[in-house]
């Protein structure tokens, strides 16, 4: 994997809240401990439900893999594999020029609520978030964190704008504050400007508290496609 320049020369913008960063030593310390513990956890306690998706998504196709792995960018643009449930077609990724002018959200993203592509067991798993359950396994090898803002496309990096790249800065996560407050009802300078603030100010007790109103969303839905 590789890695992005995120800046050219001194950008007063990303100064400050590198200093805010810098300054919080020891909470990136006991974020990595409650990361490793709770991946961990998560991986066991979730296991059942592994196995079940697991042979859902092979009964629906059992050509297509159970994994879908995508190339996503994380601290300071180093690339790595993000993991979750294989929720659309196989060719999925092809097929995306055929509907990209149907994009509900202005920015560089691209969501589309009826998206063609998601498969029957895919529109599930993922309104319940479940398909992302196997970033588990990125947390524990430090590619992300249990809360973070989420790892953008390559390609939609490439449309950042210096004060957009500076969710770049910091550990993805699997959650964050654009997930539990409107998800995809909100815009794409929405998610950065609340990614921006929880970089900003967040601690150990912010971070459990995107966590559990995220098992909220899970159990109750709304806005997640």
Not at 188 to 195: G, K, S, T, Y
Request: net charge positive.
């Amino acid at each position: 994997m590789e890695s992005v320049r995120l800046f050219g020369g001194k950008d007063k913008d990303k100064q400050p809240l590198l200093e805010q960063i810098n300054d919080k030593k020891v909470y990136l310390n006991v974020k990595r401990s409650i990361d490793v513990l709770g991946a961990i956890v998560g991986m066991v306690i979730f296991l059942p439900i592994f196995i079940l998706v697991a042979l859902l998504v092979i009964l629906e196709n059992p050509k297509g893999p159970i994994l879908f792995k995508q190339v996503r960018m994380g601290k300071n643009g180093k690339s790595f594999y993000m993991y979750k449930f294989r929720s659309m077609v196989v060719d999925a990724e092809k097929r995306l020029p055929d509907i990209v002018q149907h994009n509900e959200i202005a920015g560089p993203m691209f969501k589309m609520k009826d998206d063609p592509r998601i498969t029957k067991i895919g529109k599930f798993i993922r309104k319940t978030s479940i398909d992302e359950l196997p970033q588990f396994w990125n947390v524990l090898v430090g590619e992300m964190s249990l809360v973070g803002p989420r790892p953008p496309l390559p390609r939609e990096v490439e449309k950042y704008t210096a004060y957009d790249k500076q969710r770049l800065l910091v550990t993805p996560g699997c959650t964050g504050l654009w997930q539990v407050s409107g998800r995809n009802a909100l815009s794409f300078q929405e998610m950065v400007e609340l990614d921006l603030h929880y970089i900003k100010n967040r601690t150990i007790g912010t971070d459990m508290s995107i966590i559990l109103r995220t098992v909220k969303v899970m159990v109750l839905p709304s806005g997640a496609h």
